[in-house]
Nanobody
Framework: QVQLVESGGGLVQPGGSLRLSCAAS????????MGWFRQAPGKGRELVAF?????YTNYADSVKGRFTISRDIAKVYLQMNSLKPEDTAVYYC????????????WGQGTQVTVSS
């Protein structure tokens, strides 16, 4: 069983920065991608940024140029700059196994609030 633990959320003023971290533990069978999704109140969960095992990276249009995803062994980070109130959401880490049944694992989420 794979477990994901996020950290780094909090309250920040508009224009500020935060860095989210996610660490995976457990046995992962095969290559995997890791990334971030978010869910604002009353809205569905949406992709923020995702990095596949080969390094291909996908960003939501709303965060391009402001957010940067990076990875280490069994870890993924999200550097968020120039934060806006509309970035307020619960941010979830996801790990996707890229072979077989392509299982997805989710973290418990970390709250990011952008407000003055």
């Amino acid at each position: 069983q794979v477990q994901l633990v996020e950290s780094g959320g909090g309250l920040v003023q508009p224009g500020g920065s935060l860095r989210l971290s996610c660490a995976a533990s457990g046995t992962i069978f095969g290559p995997y991608g890791m990334g971030w999704f978010r869910q604002a109140p009353g809205k569905g969960r949406e992709l923020v940024a995702f990095m596949q095992s080969g390094g291909y990276t996908n960003y939501a249009d709303s965060v391009k140029g402001r957010f940067t995803i990076s990875r280490d062994i069994a870890k993924v980070y999200l550097q968020m700059n120039s934060l806006k109130p509309e970035d307020t959401a619960v941010y979830y880490c996801r790990l996707t196994v890229e072979v077989g049944s392509r299982l997805n694992y989710w973290g418990q989420g970390t709250q990011v609030t952008v407000s003055s």
